[in-house]
């Protein structure tokens, strides 16, 4: 069996679900399992509806709410049999008449829990899936619906809960399994989840990656396809740098780097359980579904480039913490860290002097409280709107003078922060966000003018 994810944007509108109708039917012999994000920009707009329901404004919360019912309706009338909309459309109302008396419920509670909201976010992967699954019915696929809360179990942490892949596996076998052995096409939604007990939750934004990957893993999948808009991996961020090229093969080691450090076209954690099986994954554009993609597997092939792309994390920002006396004495670190994972952030990029300790996190509301614990250790500094760069390739490890050429390509820009890490497959550096294009631009020009054909395209 293969999994195929289809994004947001691979399902954004009923020109869009039929154009991916065709590439499955195009697989049926490799029994595929499909897995779909909520269409583009939903998943946004559900949370803006949960917050403004929890701040009180309960019209905006049900505007939203309003428009989303017709987006969702109009798409799914334009796809199906008007037999079929009869049911699917009475349902879609019904979904959107309980998320609507959810919504009212946060305004009357007047605060809205981390279990709600994953609650009300979870409306996008869930309708998106029963309009691609209908879709396909009337496509002539023999498609059938899978409850992704029955499959993808998850520890509680709402938001970012974290799935328990022997349970998933053991759920993925008995309900999934059954289906592909009747020639079945399951369709499920990504990014949602439940905990054993059943409620509700979510795997953090980006994560029907994820999901994918660990069915896929759960089901010994052949293969992982990303469907997305974009060609595979590129060089870097085609949105700004619309030179850049595809990439043909990058290792698993240098895609969770890149992914990691802010290659949005794939989850970070995705690449992990598909490793550990050796189950190659593949990026692929549902707008041209003939170009070849991406493919990344356990070992790159060998080739003559240092780099293989450039990455940018937005939103981090800088702590800086000094203690002349404190810093050499033994467990100091250990205490800053400690108080970090206190209130759950995790650390980036670290680098140390003879007095002061920088790091980075991603921006987030816990930081003037952190900082607040810090100081009660040393004193503390903390910028937002900064930026991580990375540049991620296997033969940098080979390279001499590397660092001198980057920071040459970088000319005027501020560098705030360095680190090479230590798996040595990538150059990781900090700059002000707002320095971000310029830097890709520069970067890109300096190291992807001339490329390897046989790695790039
Ligand atoms: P989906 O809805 O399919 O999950 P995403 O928006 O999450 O799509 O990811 C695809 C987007 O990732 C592309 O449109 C592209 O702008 C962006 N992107 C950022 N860095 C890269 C990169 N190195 N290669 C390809 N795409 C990238
Ligand atoms: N719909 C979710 C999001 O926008 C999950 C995903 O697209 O992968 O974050
Ligand atoms: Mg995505």
Redesign the pocket.
């Known amino acids: 069996m293969i999994v195929m994810k289809f994004?947001?944007t691979s399902v954004t509108d009923a020109a869009a679900i039929d154009r991916t109708a065709g590439i499955v039917k195009g697989r049926v012999e490799r029994c595929p399992l499909v897995v779909v994000?909520?269409m583009s920009r939903?998943?946004?707009a559900l949370l803006a509806a949960g917050k403004a329901a929890g701040e009180g404004q309960r019209e905006n919360a049900l505007e939203l709410a309003r428009g989303l019912r017709e987006r969702h309706l109009a798409t799914a009338q334009e796809l199906v049999s008007s037999e079929q909309y009869a049911r699917l459309g009475a349902d879609i109302d019904h979904e959107f008449n309980t998320l609507e008396e959810l919504l009212k419920g946060i305004v009357a509670v007047g605060e809205l829990s981390p279990r709600s909201s994953d609650y009300v976010v979870s409306y996008?992967?869930r309708l998106c899936s029963k309009i691609v699954t209908e879709a396909y019915v009337a496509r002539g696929i023999r498609s059938t619906l899978v409850d992704a809360r029955k499959v993808m179990i998850t520890d509680a942490q709402h938001g970012k809960a974290i799935p328990q892949p022997d349970a998933i596996e053991h759920r993925a076998k008995n309900l999934v399994r059954p289906l592909l052995d009747a020639a079945q096409v399951p369709v499920m939604g990504?990014?949602i989840g439940a905990t054993e007990q059943g409620a509700q939750t979510t795997i953090g934004?980006?994560?029907?990656?994820f999901s994918a990957a660990l069915i896929g893993s759960g089901l010994d999948a052949e293969a992982i396809e990303i469907w997305t808009d974009v060609d595979g991996m590129m060089t870097t961020d085609p949105r700004i740098c619309p030179d850049a090229h595809r990439i043909r093969v990058v290792s698993f080691e240098e895609a969770a780097e890149l992914a990691y450090f802010g290659a949005k076209v794939l989850?970070p954690a995705t690449v992990l359980p598909a490793v550990q099986k050796n189950i190659p994954v593949l990026v692929l554009n549902s707008l041209r579904p003939y170009s070849e993609g991406t493919l990344i597997v356990n070992r790159a092939p060998k080739s003559k480039a240092t780099f293989k792309a450039i990455a940018a994390k937005k939103r981090i920002t800088i702590v800086e913490i000094v203690a002349a006396r404190m810093l050499g004495a033994h467990g100091f670190l250990k205490t800053i860290f400690d108080i970090f994972d206190k209130h759950h952030c995790s650390i980036d990029v670290v680098s140390t002097s003879e007095v002061s300790v920088s790091l980075t996190v991603d921006s987030n509301e816990a930081i003037p409280a952190i900082a607040a614990d810090l100081e009660k250790i040393a004193d503390v500094k903390y910028a937002g709107r900064n930026a991580i760069v990375c540049l991620v390739g296997e033969n940098i490890r080979e390279t001499p003078q590397i660092a001198a050429r980057v920071f040459t390509a970088l000319g005027d820009i501020n560098v705030r922060m360095i680190s090479q890490g230590a798996s040595e497959i990538n150059i990781t550096f900090v700059i002000r966000e707002d320095d971000v294009p310029e830097a890709m631009r520069r970067l890109h020009k300096a190291f992807f003018t001339e490329v390897d054909p046989e790695v790039f395209d």
């Open positions: 994004g947001g994000s909520a939903v998943t946004d996008g992967e990504g990014f934004r980006g994560g029907s990656d989850h």
